[in-house]
Each structure stands twice: as structure tokens, then as C-alpha cells.
């Protein structure tokens, strides 16, 4: 039995699945890993433009970074991996998507049970008074938006130097100690806590499925099953062979 159908199996089966996915789902979206050779850490110090302290000593400075980064998530549209994680979710198949992606994408592509790990884009919030606006309702320019209050408006999602939003958080826990099978998709799963979730689904017995053409970080004793395929190649195989087994 190929690991396309074994992976499956172990979806239909299940009670509650959970996927935690990282850079490398979006990738096929047009975003580069921020960390890959094309990344914006290939242009930016992440420390110099990406730490809540650059932000606050200079928002100028770090709105040029963002300014890219903003353009680049707009452009972006959900790939197959996005879209055949929704239609996991509408079979009820999938619980809950744990994203450290900060692109929309997932919800984009119709998930619902979306958990933002990192934050996102669509709102941008007062670093002062913390009053929010839509990012739609902005025009965007070379110089940083400011909040009525006259302090720098920020992205709603998580700096260097930031804890990770608590109801996110006690969230994404909630679900790795639920979940039954976990798909770990596009990501290392080397920085931490979101790499504590692996450890805590496979302590409570779950069924860890890695979806990645590279090796991840985390030890091999901890995976089940590893689909050395792009997300966009795997993800919709595995929604056919669904297919296969309700039609077999």
C-alpha cells in the first residue's frame, strides 16, 4: 500500500485531525521561505527589521520591509494544498488547521477552523492605544500609517521579541492533545513552541504524517508516516484515494 492511501486510511479513520502547517505549503503560492535564498531574510537582517524593538525605535525603517512583505501576501493566492485542506475540513476529516503562516491563505481557500499561530495581515493595530483598522481600508505608501493617536500602526501578527497571542496559543495545544492524527505540512517544525505540538499530539497517541520532499527536524521514532511530495502534489492525491475508498 502506497503512503498516499495509508495516509488516508488513517484520515478516514479518525476522529479528530489536526494539520500544522508552516512556509513551505505557500511556497507553490509564490511566497518564498523568508529564511530560503529568495526570502526576505536574504535582504533583511531578521533582527534589524523584523524585532519588535526595530519596530518601535523605527517604524519607518521596518514599514520598508513591510511594504514588500505586504505586496508580496497580497499577490499571493491559495494553491491545491490550501484548497484541498478546506475540502478535508468540509468532509470533516480535519478539525483544525494550526498555521504559522501569516497570508490568509488557508481561510482563502475556504477553512474555517483556522488557527493564526503567528497572527496575520488583515488588520493592522495601533502599537500605542491598540485600536485596530482594516488593512483594506488603507492606502499603503512609503511612509508608515499611523493610528489617529499619532503613534506607528503595525501588522496583527507576531514580531521577533512577541509572545505568541494567547488564545492562539492555549489553542493550538488544546488541539495537538486532541487530535488523533496530525499532518505537518511545509514546515521544520524546528522553532519552537509551535514545535512542542508534534511532541504533545504524539504523547496523547496520535498518528504524525509528515507532508515535505525534505527532511524535518523532528526524530524519526516521532513520525509515522513521511510523504516526501510537495503539499500541492500530495495533499490532492490523498483527497482522490478518499475518493477511491468510498467508491471501492
Keep these: 500500500m502506497n503512503e498516499i492511501r495509508r495516509a488516508a486510511q488513517l484520515l478516514a479513520r479518525g476522529r479528530f485531525a489536526v494539520a500544522l502547517t508552516g512556509a513551505g505549503i505557500s511556497v507553490e503560492s509564490g511566497i518564498p521561505d523568508f529564511r530560503s535564498e529568495n526570502g526576505l531574510w536574504s535582504r533583511y537582517e531578521p533582527m534589524e527589521y523584523g524585532h519588535i524593538s526595530s519596530f518601535r525605535t523605527n517604524p519607518g525603517k521596518v514599514w520598508k520591509m513591510l511594504l ?91 514580531f521577533f521579541g512577541e509572545q505568541i497571542p494567547r488564545e492562539a496559543y492555549v489553542g493550538a495545544v488544546e488541539a495537538a492533545r486532541s487530535c488523533d492524527v496530525m499532518l505537518i505540512i511545509g514546515t521544520s517544525a524546528a522553532v519552537a513552541p509551535a514545535s512542542h505540538l508534534p511532541f504533545l ?28 511530495q510537495s503539499a500541492g502534489t500530495a495533499l490532492p492525491a490523498m483527497i482522490r484515494a478518499l475518493d477511491e475508498q468510498d467508491t471501492g
Design 68 to 158: 514588500e512583505m505586504d505586496a508580496l501576501l497580497g499577490a499571493a493566492r491559495p494553491n491545491p494544498a490550501h484548497v484541498a485542506l478546506a475540502e478535508l475540513e468540509n468532509r470533516a476529516l480535519l478539525k483544525v488547521v494550526i498555521t504559522q503562516n501569516v497570508d490568509s491563505l488557508h481561510q482563502k481557500a475556504g477553512s474555517r477552523g483556522v488557527i493564526e499561530f503567528h497572527g496575520h495581515g488583515r488588520t493592522l493595530r495601533c502599537d500605542g492605544c491598540g485600536d485596530r483598522v482594516s488593512r483594506e481600508s488603507l492606502r499603503l505608501t512609503a511612509e508608515p500609517p499611523l493610528c489617529g493617536c499619532g503613534n506607528a500602526l503595525r501588522p496583527e501578527f507576531v
Design 201 to 228: 499530539a504524539k504523547k496523547a497517541g496520535a498518528s504524525i504524517i509528515v507532508i515535505d520532499p525534505q527532511d524535518i527536524e523532528i526524530p524519526s521514532a516521532c513520525i509515522d508516516l513521511h510523504i516526501a
